[in-house]
């Protein structure tokens, strides 16, 4: 018996949609950096916390806490969060024509949200911290 694999007709196989080490904030100093200096946005479900990048990709980091649920419930907001960045976000954000460091925390309402809802809520903080970076960037130059 041979498996097929079957491609969405929507899905576009030339984006690189891997999700590298260089596209993570992993070390604390690096969240402590994106926390004291970046723009702050909360929605129902997440706050986004968001640093203009000199150079480099943008990249990500999680901060899920105990507060909203157990490891298993943690583990699955993080994989939302982090697909919709991967294979959906991260492709708009760069179009922009700036690179950020995003930490997007969850909330405990998170637990349990499906993707999408978890995506309308990252995209209305998105579209909302975004004119506060500009006017930054404009006033840095």
């Known amino acids: 018996m041979t498996s097929h694999s079957v491609t ?3 899905a576009d196989l030339t984006r690189d949609e891997s999700f590298p080490p260089a596209a993570r904030l992993r070390r604390p100093e690096e969240f402590r950096s994106v926390f004291r200096d970046g723009k702050r946005v909360g929605g129902r479900y997440l706050v986004v ?9 943008s990249r990500l980091g ?3 806490s105990r507060k909203v649920g157990r490891a298993i419930v943690r583990n699955r907001v993080r994989r939302r ?3 919709i960045f ?3 976000l991260r492709h708009e954000i760069e179009n922009e024509g700036m690179t950020f460091d995003l930490v997007l925390r969850a909330l405990p309402a998170a637990a349990g949200r499906p993707e999408h809802e978890l995506e309308a809520d990252l995209r209305q903080a ?3 911290v975004l004119p506060r970076l500009r006017r930054r960037r404009e006033s840095a130059e």
Do not use: F, Q, S
């Not at 968001?50 to 990709?57: F, H, M, Q, S």
């Open 126 to 128: 998105w579209k909302r």
């Open 86 to 88: 991967r294979r959906r």
């Open 81 to 83: 969060l982090r697909e």
């Open 49 to 57: 916390h968001a640093l203009l990048r000199e150079e480099g990709p």
């Open 62 to 64: 999680l901060a899920v």
């Open 8 to 10: 969405p007709p929507e």
